[in-house]
């Protein structure tokens, strides 16, 4: 496609409850990221993928969230037993492995937990 | 580790006026910076990116930036403000000095442009 995509573009869940927010990246880039962005705050950064693997995944903030690339494109981020604080704009950016190279983000998907 | 600070939540300017939004970052090395714009309900738009050379980078829609290594600034400047340039703005960083690897934002500065 032209850009990233984002899938939903809103999501309300109740607490507890198990999520999946996907993003698909500009053709040809190897690069996926994901960030988080809570109300008033810039981007948090969650997780790199290069290709199929996670090369940083520091930013995750506990074992309920994790993520996947299973072929090096689309990459799913997954959040089991959602609580009222993971809601935020969760934003997917990609880019290739040019050096210099853009992130180029995607709208995001809201994720509200009631 | 790596930090940016934009040292302003809010700033209102008229339309026609100049602007200037502060960051400074911290980072030992040459730093890859970068501003990006956030317009509500849009995703993150690149206005422009530092990795090396002319300290004075020129970007999309009139925006230039000034990479400043005695003051660890990168401020974003531009002469002329349209209202269409409402919006947020963030100031980031590249965490490993890189141009891959995660970035490191700033808080953001929201511009309100009065007519």
């Known amino acids: 496609g032209a850009g990233v995509s984002q899938t939903p573009s809103n999501k309300v869940t109740e607490k507890g409850k198990y999520v999946e927010l996907r993003c698909d990246p500009i053709?040809?880039?190897?690069?996926l990221y994901w960030y988080r962005q809570s109300l008033g705050q810039g981007p948090e950064f969650l997780i790199y993928?290069?290709?199929?693997?996670?090369?940083?995944d520091s930013g995750l903030p506990n074992d309920r969230f994790f993520a996947v690339r299973p072929e090096g494109s689309v990459s799913t981020l997954k959040i089991q037993r959602t609580e009222r604080g993971d809601s935020a704009v969760y934003l997917c950016?990609?880019?290739?492995?040019?050096?210099?190279?853009?992130?180029?983000f995607g709208p995001g998907t809201r994720l509200t937990v009631l | 580790a790596q930090s940016v600070t934009q040292p302003d939540i809010h700033i209102t300017v008229s339309e026609g006026a100049s602007l200037e939004l502060r960051c400074n970052y911290s980072?030992?090395?040459?730093?890859?910076l970068f501003w990006y714009v956030q317009s509500p309900g849009q995703g993150l738009q690149l206005l422009l990116k530092?990795?090396?050379?002319?300290?004075l980078v020129q970007g999309i829609k009139g925006f230039e930036a000034e990479f400043k290594r005695s003051q660890s600034s990168f401020n974003l400047r531009k002469p002329s403000v349209h209202w269409s340039d409402a919006a947020e703005y963030f100031c980031?960083?590249?965490?490993?000095?890189?141009?891959?690897?995660?970035?490191?934002f700033g808080k953001g500065t929201k511009l309100s442009v009065k007519p």
């Open positions: 950016a990609s880019s290739s492995m040019l050096p210099g190279d853009t992130q180029y």
């Open positions: 053709s040809g880039h190897t690069a």
């Open positions: 993928f290069q290709g199929t693997g996670a090369a940083d």
């Open positions: 980072y030992g090395a040459t730093p890859y």
């Open positions: 530092y990795f090396s050379g002319d300290t």
């Open positions: 980031a960083v590249g965490a490993d000095g890189g141009s891959q690897g995660n970035l490191i």
